[in-house]
C-alpha cells in the first residue's frame, strides 16, 4: 500500500504561483507514474499532469506552458509548480501514482487526499 500525501495547496491571487508536493510512502516510487488531477466543484475530475519513468512528461492543454511538473527519486516527492494562475483553476488538487499506460484517466491505483488550491480573481 502507497500513500500520497500532498501539500502546499492554499489561496492565491490570479497571476500568481503555488507549488504543490505530493511525499510518497514508498521505496519502488522511481518506478510509478505519477500523476496529477484537479477536481472544481460540481465538476469531473480532470488530468492535469503527468510524469514517467523515463522523464517524460505531459499536461493537459489549458496548463501548458505555466504548469511543470518533477519528481526527486530520491525523496520520493511529485511537485507540481503552477504559475500565471487563473480563477477558473480553484479546485482541489490531487496527486496519483500507479503502473498506468493511459496517463489522461483515472486509472492510477494510489491517490492523495487531495489538496485545496483556492484562485481569487
Known amino acids: 500500500q502507497v500513500q500520497l500525501v500532498e501539500s502546499g495547496g492554499g489561496l492565491v491571487q490570479a497571476g500568481g504561483s503555488l507549488r504543490l508536493s505530493c511525499a510518497a510512502s514508498t521505496r519502488t516510487f522511481s518506478t510509478y507514474v505519477m500523476g496529477w488531477f484537479r477536481q472544481a466543484p460540481g465538476k469531473e475530475r480532470e488530468f492535469v499532469a503527468a510524469s514517467g519513468i523515463s522523464g517524460k512528461t505531459d499536461y493537459a492543454d489549458p496548463v501548458k506552458g505555466r504548469f511543470t511538473i518533477s519528481r526527486d527519486n530520491a525523496k520520493n516527492t511529485a511537485i507540481l509548480q503552477m504559475n500565471s494562475l487563473e480563477a477558473g483553476e480553484t479546485a482541489v488538487y490531487y496527486c496519483?501514482?500507479?503502473?498506468?499506460?493511459?496517463?489522461?484517466?483515472?486509472?492510477?491505483?494510489?491517490w492523495g487526499q487531495g489538496t485545496q488550491v483556492t484562485v481569487s480573481s
Open positions: 496519483a501514482a500507479g503502473y498506468v499506460n493511459d496517463w489522461y484517466r483515472k486509472g492510477y491505483r494510489y
